[in-house]
T-cell receptor, first 117, second 113 residues
Framework: GAVVSQHPSWVICKSGTSVKIECRSLDFQATTMFWYRQFPKQSLMLMATSNEGSKATYEQGVEKDKFLINHASLTLSTLTVTSAHPEDSSFYIC?????????????FGDGTRLSIL | GENVEQHPSTLSVQEGDSAVIKCTYSDSASNYFPWYKQELGKRPQLIIDIRSNVGEKKDQRIAVTLNKTAKHFSLHITETQPEDSAVYFC????????????FGTGTQLKVEL
């Protein structure tokens, strides 16, 4: 149980392209999902919290117009990197909060390795 | 906001030995502490978690201890095996904090034959 699917796993594209990443909870409903960015040999840095049916909450320093988040259903959140540039190249990982009261485990997708040429 | 420190950054043990990774947190309101294992290029996997109403939790070879007074928690792996080699992250969150996790900096564990 608690499976989170993330697609695509790898993207290589030209500078200026917009890239959409999908995060799906396959066997549970997730009212809250999270998007992280991870640089090589570093920890996970939270970018934003995605709440179903409402606007995402972005962490300080994360450009909301650059990283568009949509959480239109209880099982799907998307992250769109708009007009991507080489500095946006990174490993992006989503997680979904397991349902329940109080703090619940977050279960992660496989991540998306984004390379902007 | 919450700050989580993790030590050591790298840890090398012989197969069969025990490994201990320690984390400290700053926010006394934090009450949920999960540990994740991440193999190279893969997703972080939840291996164990503990809530602030207990001081210790064990699952086979893995155990976590929590000292709320000192604001630190530790991961203990006994009888280590080569497949335990990975990066381990501790994290902390609190009720009412949007369920956001603050992660430690990670520990690269290497289990040598």
């Amino acid at each position: 149980g608690a499976v989170v699917s993330q697609h695509p796993s790898w993207v290589i594209c030209k500078s200026g392209t917009s890239v959409k990443i999908e995060c799906r909870s396959l066997d549970f409903q997730a009212t809250t999902m999270f998007w992280y960015r991870q640089f090589p040999k570093q920890s996970l840095m939270l970018m934003a919290t995605s709440n179903e049916g409402s606007k995402a909450t972005y962490e300080q320093g994360v450009e909301k117009d650059k990283f568009l988040i949509n959480h239109a259903s209880l099982t799907l959140s998307t992250l769109t990197v708009t007009s991507a540039h080489p500095e946006d190249s990174s490993f992006y990982i989503c997680s979904a909060r397991y349902p329940g009261i109080g703090n619940q485990p977050q279960h992660f997708g496989d991540g998306t390795r984004l390379s902007i040429l | 906001g919450e700050n989580v420190e993790q030590h050591p950054s790298t840890l090398s043990v012989q197969e069969g030995d025990s490994a201990v990774i320690k984390c400290t947190y700053s926010d006394s309101a934090s009450n949920y502490f999960p540990w994740y294992k991440q193999e190279l290029g893969k997703r972080p996997q939840l291996i164990i978690d503990i809530r602030s109403n207990v001081g210790e939790k064990k699952d086979q070879r893995i155990a976590v201890t929590l000292n709320k007074t000192a604001k630190h928690f530790s991961l203990h792996i006994t009888e280590t095996q080569p497949e335990d080699s990975a990066v381990y992250f501790c994290a902390a969150s609190r009720t009412g904090g949007g369920n956001k996790l603050t992660f430690g900096t990670g520990t690269q564990l290497k289990v040598e034959l």
